[in-house]
C-alpha cells in the first residue's frame, strides 16, 4: 500500500523535476535555498529512474528515500517562503520559482488525497468478502492509508499557508479544507460511537459464549477493538489539524475523554470542561425525567417497609422479653438481655434487606462483602472476638448475674451490668470496675451471693483461765436470739484451736444470702459486749520478759 503512494509521488516528483530546470532564472547572485531545490528536484528524479528498475526490498528502500528527499525539499521550500515574507525584494526574481514549486506540492497532495480516498473506500469495501487473517492485514493497512491521508491534509494546510505568504488568495482553498476535516470529525466521531457500542456488545457476547462460540467472536472483537483504537487514533489526529485551523473542537475531544478516561492538557480548556459539564447536566436530567417517578415509587415503598419493619421490631423485643422473663425459663439477666435484643435487631436487618431488595439493589455482593468483610475483620479483632466467646460461654453457664456479688478477673463487687463483650462490676466503695469477659473466663469465678443461703464463719478466742461452758452459753444465747439467723440448717458453735494465746472457738450459724454482714457484724459487737458484762476476757498476744543477772557482777556495780 506504500508503494502506492510512493508511485503517486515519484509521478509528481518527475513533473517537478522536469519544469524546474526552465523556471528559475539563473544569477551569481541567487540565494542558495533556490541551488538546493534545484539539487533536490535532481536527486528525486535519479531516484525515480533507480525506482524503475528495482524490485522488492530494495524498491521500498528507494521509496523511503523519496519520500525523505521530498520531506527535505519542503524544508527549504518553507525557509524560502519565510525568507520571501522577511525581505520580499531579496526573494523578488525567483517568486515565480517559488511558486511553481509550492504548486507543485498543492497539486501532488490533491492527486495523492483524492487517490488514497477512493482506495480506502475500495478496500473496506471488500474488507467484508475477505478471510479472517485477511481481514486483519487489510484493517492495517487501511489504517496506514488514513494516517497518511492525515499528514497530507497537514502539509496541505501548510501549502495554503506559503501561497498566502507569497500573495496568492488562498481563503477559498482554506475553507474547503476545513469543511473536509469537520465533515470527516462527524464522521469519526459517529463511527467511534457505533464502534464503541459493537465492542461493549461484543465483550458481553465474549462473556457468555460457549466454547465452540468464543473462537469466531474472539477474532470479530479483536476487530473491533483494532478499528476502535483506528478510530480513536483517527480522531485526535483530526482533531490537532483541527486546532491548527480554529474549528471548535471542544465536543470531539470530550468524546475522547469520555471514551479513554485520560486525562490530557485539553480537559484544561475550558469550553471542553463546559461541554463534558453540559453533556453530563443533560443526561442526569434525562435520567431524572425517566426515572424520577420509578425511583419516588421505590422509594415511598423502601420507608414503609422500614417503617413497619420498625414496628415489627418493637413488637417482637416485647414478645421475647415477656417469654424470657418467666421464672419456669430460670434465664439469666444476661441471656434474657441477649434474646431481646438479638431478636429485634435480626427482624430489623431482615427488614432492611427486603427493602433494599426493592429499590433495585443486588443483595448478593453486600451479602458476599459482608462475608469477606467478616474474615478480615475477624482478624482485626481478635480480642474482642476471644471477649465475646468468654461473653457466650458466660451466657450459656450462667456462673453468675446481674445483681451477684463476685470475685472474678482479680477483682471484688457487685455485677451491674453484663454484655457479651465485657461486664461491669461496682465495689462496695462505688467504684464502677469494667472486666474483658475473656479474663473473667479464664480466671477463677467466685459467685458469693448465688445461692440464697450463706453460713456466717466466725472465730472468737477466750482466755485459758476463762469458763468454757459459760462462754458456749453466750455464743448460744447470742445466735439463738438474733432475729436473722436461721434455725435450719442448724447453727455450729465448737471448741476449734488451743492457741498459743487464746481458746478459739468457731461459730457459724446460718443466714440469708442478703443478711450476711448485718449478722456478721451484729454478732461481733453483741459478743464484746456479752463478754464484758460475764467477765470473759478476750486475749491478745503479749510477751513476757525476764532478766537475770550473775551475783558477782551485781555486786560490782553496786560498789560504783
Known amino acids: 500500500m506504500r508503494l502506492l503512494c510512493i508511485f503517486l509521488f515519484l509521478f509528481s516528483a518527475y513533473t517537478w523535476a522536469e519544469t524546474e530546470e526552465t523556471s528559475a532564472p ?3 547572485k541567487q540565494p542558495a535555498e533556490i541551488a538546493q531545490i534545484k539539487t533536490l528536484n535532481k536527486e528525486l528524479k ?4 533507480e525506482s524503475k528498475t528495482s524490485q522488492g526490498s530494495a524498491l521500498n528502500v528507494v521509496s523511503l528515500q523519496l519520500i525523505n528527499k521530498n520531506e527535505e525539499l519542503r524544508e527549504v521550500i ?5 525568507r520571501s515574507k522577511e525581505n520580499e525584494d531579496a526573494v523578488k526574481p525567483y517568486h515565480s520559482f517559488v511558486l511553481d514549486q509550492v504548486n507543485n506540492q498543492v497539486t501532488f497532495i490533491e492527486e495523492a488525497i483524492a487517490f488514497l480516498t477512493k482506495k ?3 478496500d473496506e469495501q471488500a474488507l467484508e468478502s475477505l478471510g479472517d487473517e485477511q481481514k486483519l492485514l487489510t484493517q492495517k493497512k487501511v489504517q496506514e492509508i488514513r494516517s497518511y491521508v492525515q499528514r497530507l491534509l497537514s502539509q496541505q494546510w501548510t501549502n495554503y499557508h506559503w501561497l498566502s505568504d507569497l500573495g496568492v488568495d488562498t481563503s477559498k482553498q482554506k475553507n474547503v479544507l476545513i469543511n473536509n476535516i469537520e465533515h470527516k470529525l462527524e464522521f469519526l466521531s459517529a463511527s467511534l460511537t457505533f464502534n464503541s457500542q459493537q465492542e461493549q456488545t461484543l465483550n458481553k457476547q465474549l462473556k457468555a459464549a460457549t466454547d465452540s462460540e468464543k473462537g469466531s467472536l474472539q477474532l470479530l472483537h479483536i476487530l473491533s477493538e483494532r478499528q476502535l483504537t483506528s478510530d480513536l487514533a483517527n480522531m485526535q489526529a483530526f482533531i490537532k489539524l483541527a486546532d491548527q485551523m480554529s474549528v471548535d473542537t471542544a465536543d470531539y475531544k470530550k468524546q475522547i475523554f469520555e471514551q479513554t478516561g485520560n486525562v490530557t492538557n485539553d480537559l484544561l480548556n475550558v469550553a471542553v470542561l463546559l461541554s463534558i459539564a453540559r453533556n453530563n447536566l443533560e443526561n442526569l436530567s434525562l435520567w431524572v425525567v425517566e426515572n424520577a417517578p420509578q425511583m419516588l415509587f421505590k422509594l415511598f415503598v423502601f420507608v414503609v417497609i422500614i417503617a413497619v419493619f420498625r414496628i415489627l421490631k418493637n413488637i417482637t423485643s416485647k414478645m421475647v422479653k415477656k417469654g424470657v422473663s418467666s421464672p419456669n425459663l430460670r434465664m439469666s439477666q444476661l441471656m434474657q438481655e441477649f434474646f431481646v435484643s438479638m431478636s429485634g435487631k435480626g427482624v430489623f436487618c431482615i427488614g432492611l434487606l427486603i427493602a433494599l ?3 433495585g439493589l443486588d443483595l448478593t455482593p453486600i451479602l458476599t462483602g459482608f462475608g469477606v468483610a467478616g474474615v478480615i475483620i475477624g482478624f482485626a479483632l481478635q480480642d474482642t472476638l476471644s471477649n465475646f466467646a468468654s461473653g457466650m460461654m458466660l451466657l450459656i453457664y450462667r456462673p453468675f448475674d446481674v445483681g451477684d456479688f463476685v470475685e472474678a478477673g482479680g477483682v471484688s463487687g457487685k455485677v451491674s451490668h453484663m454484655s457479651l463483650v465485657s461486664t461491669t ?6 467504684q464502677i470496675l469494667i472486666v474483658p469477659n475473656s479474663k473473667i473466663w479464664g480466671d477463677t469465678i467466685k459467685n458469693v451471693t448465688h445461692e440464697r443461703v ?9 482466755g485459758y483461765s476463762d469458763d468454757l461452758e459459760l462462754a458456749e452459753k453466750v455464743f448460744n444465747d447470742i445466735i439463738d436470739a ?3 439467723v436461721l434455725r435450719q440448717p442448724e447453727k455450729t458453735i465448737k471448741l476449734h484451736t488451743l492457741n498459743t494465746s487464746s481458746v478459739d472457738y468457731i461459730v457459724r450459724p446460718w443466714v440469708k444470702t442478703e443478711d450476711y454482714w448485718d449478722v456478721y457484724w451484729d454478732v461481733t459487737r453483741e459478743v464484746k459486749r456479752r463478754f464484758d458484762e460475764v467477765g470473759l476476757s478476750i486475749p491478745f498476744p503479749q510477751q513476757d520478759v525476764h532478766l537475770h543477772m550473775a551475783d558477782a557482777e551485781a555486786a560490782n556495780i553496786a560498789k560504783k
Open 425 to 430: 462490676i461496682k465495689t462496695f466503695d462505688n
Open 26 to 28: 539563473v544569477t551569481p
Open 357 to 359: 431488595s426493592q429499590i
Open 454 to 462: 450463706r453460713r456466717v464463719d466466725m472465730v472468737f478466742g477466750i
Open 120 to 122: 480506502v473506500t475500495s
Open 482 to 484: 438474733h432475729p436473722m
Open 78 to 82: 518553507a525557509e524560502l517562503v519565510t
Open 46 to 49: 535519479a531516484l525515480l529512474n
